[in-house]
């Protein structure tokens, strides 16, 4: 038994004599203890030298020796929590930590901050390079089919491989797992050829057959997981040969590569799965760059993958440490969703303004105040302020016009705010009504409660009553609950495929575009997006979806609200080179390196 332990018996014991002088005998301690009073006389010596308690032994008869504990149960964790810092043991450490009252233990904090950023260690005669750093999110999945965060997806990114991928510089599709592909010249019969050698984590090599799993699981996904998924354009997936698979598409698609690119459509060995889907959602196993090693409550710790078939990743290993206290810390990168770091004397600061929109659409299924085109006229005006200009400023956003950040600039220089704070329309001549605002969430605290509210306070000025209800994407988009919403609140973070990311977006019904149309407005956007699929022009393509967009807007169904930030700060001369930011707005480790 350590020592640390010895002293919590002492405190199970004797708790409410801290910080106080009391008289025990040794043989009282060593019954508390229940060790020998030899073995008693030895700890007590050295809780002494280390100041847990201060002891005045006394000898002869009449005497008593003098005890004093020092450290509370708390004080003794922290103790108990550096020496595991001191060790290189994280994991203890953190599970220590949490057992503490939150921000009141300042020196160990302060002590955890010197353990992160790069980390060197040495082993035999060669060095292992960290990258170590704290973060707030926990995980619930890292199944690729289940994916709900951009922290999940980021992290998913450095675990498993597509097909094919999208290069963002160049706008077009390129090989990846698949080295070749050729299709028909009605767009029907896609086959693609797998590169050789591409070793999943636990070793054994991809072939045609991981593709035709991969693929059909997708199919056989219960709908709230499905999404929109690549199975809804195949007809069927053939194993041509190990290294060859064919699929048969139901009707021409010219976006059916840009499936592919999908991180859900990543290809994973379906044995693994099999066994235990809830322990491969913990520890996945892809192709990727990096493999997962720890996943808890206190880390996760991604490996290098040595045998990666684009080569091996500069660091050897990156851990994230999952722990509020420390975001943001002290470790040459600092994550920052809106708002600069203030000690920008120190700090480089990256930043990258997020694709995709926040945003609210209107219910047209709904018969109720919001049915009438002029009053979401009414409604949505009331939101063109200078106060909801400077509330986005406020929270480190910037007003959207669209989901393409880009185009919010050149259609923001055509929008003209009210300089009133209050909206001078009111809602008259209809019976007291009142507007059911939902906003979406993906897991509890990260909502859209707070746009909900905002938008409450000024349509409650038109003379209306107005009621926010939080709920999951997930659950609103059921239809016998769907029906009860007025105005849904959410938002888009959209992948460097825009075409893509665009084209689901309009279709799927967690972000609650397609399924808030009447029916002639249903219509009118399928055949807006059947032409998309036949379009085999980029440029052609981008008109068709902002033509869908600017067709939302002129109806009243969308009004979008802001587009928000991501900051990453680095520290002026730091080692850590290769720093660029994702679409989600995170460091992508496969180009870090340490100079």
């Not at 994230?320 to 002290?330: R, V």
């Not at 038109?462 to 016998?480: C, N, R, T």
Request: charged content about 25%; aromatic content about 10%.
């Amino acid at each position: 038994m350590q020592l640390f332990e010895h002293y919590q018996q002492l405190l199970e014991k004797y708790e409410q004599k801290i910080k106080q002088k009391w008289y025990p005998s040794v043989d009282e301690i060593a019954d508390c203890l229940n060790i020998s009073t030899r073995y008693t006389k030895m700890l007590l010596k050295q809780m002494n030298e280390v100041k847990w308690i201060s002891w005045l032994p006394q000898r002869g008869r009449g005497k008593k020796s003098t005890l004093i504990l020092n450290l509370s149960k708390n004080d003794i964790l922290v103790e108990q929590a550096l020496q595991k810092l001191k060790k290189g043991d994280f994991t203890d450490a953190v599970k220590i930590m949490k057992q503490l009252p939150s921000g009141e233990y300042p020196n160990l904090l302060e002590e955890f901050q010197r353990h992160l950023g790069i980390q060197e260690e040495k082993v035999l005669d060669d060095s292992k390079d960290i990258f170590r750093y704290a973060f707030y999110q926990s995980i619930i999945s890292l199944d690729p089919a289940l994916i709900l965060s951009r922290h999940e997806a980021h992290i998913a990114e450095h675990i498993y491989d597509t097909l094919v991928i999208y290069n963002e510089e160049h706008k077009s599709i390129v090989p990846h797992l698949a080295h070749q592909w050729e299709v028909d010249r009605e767009g029907i019969n896609w086959i693609f050829h797998l590169r050789k050698g591409v070793l999943f984590h636990h070793g054994r090599e991809l072939d045609a057959k991981d593709v035709f799993h991969t693929m059909n699981r997708l199919k056989n996904l219960p709908e709230r997981e499905n999404k929109q998924t690549i199975t809804d354009l195949v007809k069927d997936i053939i194993v041509i040969n190990k290294r060859a698979v064919q699929f048969v598409l139901k009707e021409p698609n010219h976006l059916f590569l840009h499936y592919l690119t999908l991180l859900h459509t990543a290809i994973i060995p379906i044995e693994v799965i099999n066994h235990s889907k809830e322990a491969f959602g913990k520890y996945p196993i892809g192709t990727g760059p990096y493999k997962i090693t720890q996943n808890d409550d206190t880390m996760v710790v991604l490996n290098n993958h040595p045998v990666y078939f684009k080569g091996r990743t500069f660091l050897d290993q990156i851990e994230m440490i999952n722990l509020p206290e420390l975001y943001p810390s002290d470790s040459n990168i600092q994550y920052h969703l809106h708002f600069k770091n203030k000690h920008h004397e120190q700090w480089e600061t990256l930043t990258k303004i997020e694709e995709g929109a926040c945003y609210l659409t209107f219910n047209e299924k709904k018969h109720s105040l919001i049915s009438c085109k002029e009053t979401r006229d009414i409604l949505i005006n009331a939101l063109n302020t200078k106060e909801m200009e400077r509330h986005y400023q406020e929270i480190g956003a910037v007003p959207a016009h669209s989901f393409i950040p880009n185009r919010s600039k050149i259609l923001q220089k055509k929008v003209e705010y009210c300089e009133n704070s209050n909206p001078v329309e009111k809602i008259v001549n209809i019976p007291k009504q009142s507007i059911h605002i939902y906003a979406t969430e993906i897991r509890k605290g990260a909502n859209y409660e707070k746009e909900a509210r905002w938008i409450k306070k000024r349509w409650e000025q038109l003379g209306v009553d107005v009621y926010v209800h939080i709920i999951s994407h997930y659950e609103l988009a059921k239809p016998s609950v769907l029906q009860n919403a007025d105005v849904i609140v959410t938002g888009l973070a959209l992948s460097p495929n825009q075409i893509l990311a665009l084209s689901l977006c309009y279709q799927s019904e967690t972000f609650f575009i397609s399924n808030i149309l009447s029916p002639d407005n249903s219509n009118y956007l399928k055949i807006q997006l059947d032409y998309l699929k036949t379009n085999i022009d980029f440029t052609e393509q981008f008109e068709i979806l902002y033509g869908i967009e600017d067709w939302l807007k002129n109806n009243k169904i969308i009004k979008f609200l802001y587009h928000r930030y991501h900051h990453v700060d680095v520290k002026l001369n730091s080692r850590i080179k290769g720093i660029e930011l994702t679409s989600n707005g995170r460091v992508g480790y496969k180009e870090l390196w340490i100079k």
